[in-house]
């Protein structure tokens, strides 16, 4: 009788711990409430075919949104895009080099054509590359500076006037920690993400009185393929998560997306020029 009540109860642990792990990714997608608000609300991401732009893509489409991305790499969106069509969510891939001004703005003048308002403007695309103090081109300053900025600037300028039209919206831009941190080798990068910071708290004042949301979300060092790839080290990711942040947890995209749906939606209608800072508290402004 006891023997076999340790074989049940080991059984039961076994299926208890199988349990876990064959449900770990269903943990996490239920980790993000569902917003009414955003069903059939029409999202446009730009980098939405890889790392956090991937993340945003996949989730709004949980929320059965309509989404636009626009990417370079058009290959890797059409796959997304088929992997959200059993979500009932229409995804549209724009094949688009966003530091090429009339490019992107002729993408934008075709998006106006075929689809409805965009509700929601993410602007999200952007690279971090490591200089040595100013050791760099200008033709490179400039050329991170159209990708991390400009880009971010043509996307409103094109899209606010059908928003307002609409009686409303809301923009996200990402930024970064890093305009706190002021890590030496990305002077460029820093530069960058806070010129976005100045054009959020610029552009919701102005746009504030036509029910326009405009903030930015500050990720840390959230681990993407492109991070993994290029710039982490067993080393660095040990003391970033357990010396740096005060939450000792690796940041993956699915951390910010929370932070995102909600500035989405319009449980955030009171909230603008902010920028939300997701980075397991390691920057102390």
């Given at each position: 009788?006891?023997?076999?009540?340790?074989?049940?109860?080991?059984?039961?642990?076994?299926?208890?711990?199988?349990?876990?792990t064959l449900n770990y990714s269903i943990v996490e997608k239920i980790m993000f409430p569902i917003y009414p608000d955003l069903n059939k609300k029409h999202i446009l991401i730009t980098g939405g075919s890889n790392g956090i732009g991937e993340a945003l893509t996949r989730t709004f489409a949980e929320q059965v949104s309509q989404v636009t991305i626009l990417d370079l790499d058009h290959n890797k969106g059409l796959k997304i895009a088929k992997d959200c069509e059993s979500l009932g969510c229409k995804v549209n891939v724009y094949p688009v080099d966003l530091t090429n001004t009339?490019?992107?703005q002729n993408a934008l003048k075709k998006?106006?054509?075929e689809t409805p308002t965009v509700d929601v403007l993410i602007n999200n695309a952007g690279y971090d590359?490591?200089?040595?103090?100013?050791e760099m081109s200008e033709t490179e300053w400039n050329?991170?500076?159209?990708?991390?900025?400009v880009h971010y600037f043509i996307t409103c300028r094109e899209l606010l006037p059908d928003m307002i039209q609409a009686g409303g919206g809301s923009i996200i831009m990402t930024s970064s920690h890093v305009f706190w941190i002021a890590k030496p080798d990305m002077i460029a990068y820093n530069t960058?993400?806070?010129?976005?910071?100045?054009?959020?708290?610029?552009?919701?004042?102005?746009a504030g009185k036509h029910n326009i949301r405009v903030n930015a979300v500050a990720p840390g060092w959230i681990m993407t393929e492109r991070q993994l790839e290029q710039w982490v080290t067993p080393e660095a990711k040990q003391k970033t998560v357990h010396e740096l942040q005060s939450i000792p947890?690796?940041?993956?995209?699915?951390?910010?997306?929370?932070?995102?749906?909600?500035?989405?939606?319009?449980?955030?209608?009171?909230?603008?020029?902010?920028?939300?800072?997701?980075?397991?508290?390691?920057a102390q402004s």
């Open positions: 009788m006891v023997n076999q009540t340790r074989i049940n109860l080991s059984l039961n642990l076994f299926s208890f711990s199988k349990l876990l009339s490019e992107l998006i106006r054509k590359p490591r200089y040595q103090l100013l050329h991170l500076f159209q990708l991390n900025v960058t993400k806070a010129a976005v910071i100045g054009l959020v708290r610029s552009l919701a004042t102005a947890i690796e940041l993956t995209p699915n951390e910010l997306m929370g932070t995102y749906l909600f500035l989405a939606s319009e449980s955030s209608r009171a909230i603008t020029r902010q920028t939300i800072v997701v980075d397991g508290g390691y």
